[in-house]
C-alpha cells in the first residue's frame, strides 16, 4: 500500500485508529461517523485492509479480549501509521485548497449542495 494510494477506506480507517485501539466492529462504528455515515465498511473489506495496514507497518495488534463468548482482536496506529496520515491529511488539504481557488476564481459557488 503506498501512501500516494491510499483509498477513503484506508484513510478512515487509520483515522478511526488515531483516536485509541479499536476491535473491527469498533472501527466499522468510527468510520460510519467520520464518514457522516457515507462509508460502511464490510467485515471482509474491514479485515483485508487491516492485514494490509499490519504487513505494511502502519497499525498493528494491540490485544485480544474474549466479549460474551466471541474473540475481540483490537488494533492501533503504530507511529510510521500517525506519520502516514499526517501526511495524507496535508495532501488533501492541499488538493481541497488549490480545487476551491480554482473554483472562486471561474465564479462558482461553493457550498455542498447541487
Do not use: C
Not at 494510494?5 to 460510519?32: C, N, R, W
Not at 471482509?44 to 466471541?70: F, M, N, P, S
Not at 499526517?86 to 461553493?110: C, D, I, K, M, T
Amino acid at each position: 500500500m503506498t501512501e500516494r494510494g491510499m483509498s477513503e477506506q484506508v484513510f478512515l480507517i487509520l483515522t478511526a485508529l488515531a483516536d485509541e485501539p479499536k476491535h473491527g466492529y469498533g472501527i466499522v462504528q468510527a468510520v460510519e461517523k467520520l464518514s457522516e455515515n457515507r462509508v460502511r465498511l464490510r467485515v471482509g473489506t474491514l479485515y483485508g485492509v487491516l492485514d494490509r495496514l499490519v504487513a505494511d507497518g502502519w497499525a498493528e495488534r494491540d490485544k485480544e479480549e474474549i466479549h460474551q463468548g466471541r474473540l475481540r482482536r483490537y488494533y492501533r496506529l503504530t507511529d510510521l501509521g500517525a506519520r502516514t496520515l499526517a501526511e495524507q491529511s496535508r495532501r488533501l488539504a492541499a488538493n481541497a485548497a488549490a480545487a476551491e481557488s480554482v473554483l472562486r476564481a471561474r465564479g462558482w459557488a461553493l457550498g455542498g449542495g447541487a
